[in-house]
């Protein structure tokens, strides 16, 4: 079993940066490709960036590439997403998940979700 736990979200404006932060307890982290996903209202989860177990392989959707940079310290079993140049349509609910299958960024591959923070960005 393993816990996560999200934090990072708020309210700002278009062009300000958000950090969220992913905790994981429990089964050794190492052994997880981690990922971002986040929810609109009313749209189907999608997948923001993904990272390997070792940290060298990132997947990013394009939506947000050149502004979102995910990272990951395995010695303290968190995963990081730096949000720079944010957009109305960043405005989600965003989710921490953790995949036994490696990297990948279909939803449907990932054994454990966090809670979700609000990520909402005003005009």
């Known amino acids: 079993q393993v816990q996560l736990i999200e934090s990072g979200g708020g309210l700002v404006q278009a062009g300000d940066s958000l950090r969220l932060s992913c905790a994981a307890s429990?089964?050794?982290?190492?052994?997880?490709?981690m990922g971002w996903f986040r929810q609109a209202p009313g749209k189907e989860r999608e997948a923001v960036a993904t990272?390997?177990?070792?940290?060298?392989?990132?997947y990013y959707a394009d939506s947000v590439k050149g502004r979102f940079t995910i990272s990951r310290d395995n010695a303290k079993s968190t995963v990081n997403l730096q949000m720079n140049n944010l957009k109305v349509e960043d405005t989600a609910v965003y989710y921490c998940?953790?995949?036994?299958?490696?990297?990948?960024?279909?939803?449907?591959?990932?054994?454990?979700w966090g809670q979700g923070t609000q990520v909402t960005v005003s005009s």
């Open positions: 998940a953790a995949s036994i299958r490696g990297i990948t960024s279909y939803s449907r591959d990932y054994d454990y």
């Open positions: 429990g089964r050794t982290f190492i052994s997880y490709a």
């Open positions: 990272i390997r177990r070792d940290g060298m392989t990132v």
